[in-house]
Nanobody, 130 residues
Framework: QAHLVESGGGLVQPGGSLRLSCAASGFPLDLHYYGIGWFRQAPGKEREGVSCINTAAKITYYSDSVKGRFTIYRDNTKNTVYLQMNGLKPEDTGVYHC?????????????????????WGQGTQVTVSS
């Protein structure tokens, strides 16, 4: 499994943008055919599966709360997955984690299931506030 390190978080005003990076070492990300995902956790809330890529099924998923504002993409030459976040809102605040799964039950067209992911980065804080 790859060792995952997230970066790119910070404090941004509403309407602003951030690009999160999930850099992997020790294992090619493109071999995780079934799922590379981004999740966020806000204080007092359940972990939310924000977005994921399922290469085997050719699926890219976005939660309704971020659809149209966030874009997940991968650069295999850098072994990195990105989450471009535009139009940020205060409710986007939280710790963002990337994770990988080799389970076929993690990343669907309609949901991203945190419990199916078994390899997690340490997270990066995103705060959206004026």
């Amino acid at each position: 499994q790859a060792h995952l390190v997230e970066s790119g978080g910070g404090l941004v005003q509403p309407g602003g943008s951030l690009r999160l990076s999930c850099a992997a070492s020790g294992f090619p990300l493109d071999l995780h055919y079934y799922g590379i995902g981004w999740f966020r956790q806000a204080p007092g809330k359940e972990r939310e599966g924000v977005s994921c890529i399922n290469t085997a099924a050719k699926i890219t998923y976005y939660s309704d709360s971020v659809k149209g504002r966030f874009t997940i993409y991968r650069d295999n030459t850098k072994n990195t997955v990105y989450l471009q976040m535009n139009g940020l809102k205060p409710e986007d605040t939280g710790v963002y984690h990337c994770a990988t799964t080799d389970s076929g039950y993690g990343c669907y067209a309609t949901k991203n299931v945190p419990n199916e992911y078994d390899n997690w980065g340490q997270g990066t804080q995103v705060t959206v506030s004026s």
